[in-house]
């Protein structure tokens, strides 16, 4: 499966942006999702994941009650909404797509998307 993720920017500390993950190629809803980010000199930290069908979703504790991650099979979409934004949270994201079910490790997932930019200024 091929992801294209889109939506970073620059915001303020305390504001929202909502992440999008487009998907093309095979099935989308045959695979468990997840986004991850990444500062520079530091390895990839997974946010959040969820499962084939959207029942099932999973948080890194930084960013439980503030991030949503969810999923829209119909339309071949992964999404992430981010609020209450804090500028640690400043970081490349990337979507990724894995066939092993409630991972978070990196290794696990083999598709990646090529990343956007989060900035958030305080």
């Known amino acids: 499966v091929q992801l294209q993720a889109s939506g970073g920017g620059l915001v303020q500390a305390g504001g929202s942006l909502r992440l999008s993950c487009a998907a093309s190629?095979?099935?989308?809803?045959?695979?468990?999702m997840g986004w991850f980010r990444q500062t520079p000199g530091k390895e990839r930290e997974f946010v959040a994941g969820?499962?084939?069908?959207?029942?099932?979703?999973y948080y890194a504790d930084s960013v439980k009650g503030r991030f949503t991650i969810s999923r829209d099979n119909a339309k071949n979409t992964l999404y992430l909404q981010m609020n209450s934004l804090k500028p640690e949270d400043t970081a490349v994201y990337y979507c990724?797509?894995?066939?092993?079910?409630?991972?978070?490790?990196?290794?696990?997932?083999?598709?990646w998307g090529q990343g956007t930019q989060v900035t958030v200024s305080s």
């Open positions: 190629g095979r099935t989308f809803s045959s695979y468990a």
């Open positions: 990724a797509a894995t066939v092993v079910a409630g991972t978070v490790v990196p290794h696990d997932f083999g598709s």
């Open positions: 969820i499962s084939w069908s959207g029942g099932r979703t």
